[in-house]
């Protein structure tokens, strides 16, 4: 696994060939996620899953990638808030609740109100990569207020940053951007790889190639960590199924988004996105509803 810090401790995950432990002197074998469906054609390991608008799609398991290890039997949702919580006190993993936000959630946060209603940690976008033809790189306009209101609140910040580089030069100069904004500031989170699919128009990156995809995500994350951040990468399971490649990128951790009521990934991931309609006091409107899974000892 990559560094972790105390503030946002990683799983360490045991890929074993019958699936994914978190104890190695336990002979037991987790169980296959719910939400997960898998089944083998011709002796090769197949998974489906569904992306926002219902698509179904399969793809290849990869069993050398690290397994999601996750006993979703264990999840609870509260019924007044919609956040949800994991406790699996037989293997010492338990979660964090938190939210990312950018200046769509607006200018009048109320990072106490946010804090006191049980948001422990917030991802806050730092900018983003213009998919224009341009690429300007742009800073997200409340990127400053919202860090100062969340540390201010006493909550854990990390940070993510929106890609279109169509190079290894812009992906450092992105990296590099990133560095500038967040150094002021006690970033204790990891500076997160945004990089996705445009779908509903033109994009400058609809030329870049899978193993480009996967090795933007190694150059932004490692220049950032040989800065001393910890880091990770923002995908859905369609980006991890098709584009990326996992076996490259599985000593990196992943924060996933799946809006369903189960998440698909069969891979290990350490945040699960459940929800982008979330409503939580102090921010007006909807806002992203995430959960961080972290084992006990690492607290």
Known sequence: MRKVKILFPALACIFLLTGCGLHPDKEEVR????GVVIEEKDGIPYFHFRDVEENEYEAVLLESVPR??????KMITDENSGFK???DEEHGVTSRMGIDVSEFQGEDIDWKQVKDSGIEFVFI????????EGGELVL???FDQNVQGALEAGMDVGVYFFSQAVSAAEVIEEAEFVLDHIRPYEIS???VYDTEEISWDEARTDENTDQEFTN???IFCDTLEYEGYDTMIYANMKWMAFTLDMEELKEYDFWYADYHELPQCPYDYKVWQY????SVPGIQGNVDLDIWFQEDDEK
């Not at 169980?31 to 719910?34: I, V």
């Not at 976008?125 to 224009?132: F, K, P, S, T």
Request: with cysteine; glycine share 12%.
């Open 31 to 34: 169980k296959k996620p719910a």
């Open 68 to 73: 999601c290890i996750y006993d979703f039997d």
């Open 85 to 87: 919580a994991y406790t």
């Open 125 to 132: 976008r730092v900018g983003y990569r213009a998919y224009g």
């Open 140 to 142: 997200d306009a409340m």
């Open 189 to 191: 989170g990891p500076v």
């Open 216 to 218: 933007f995500c190694k």
């Open 275 to 278: 929800s982008e309609t979330g």
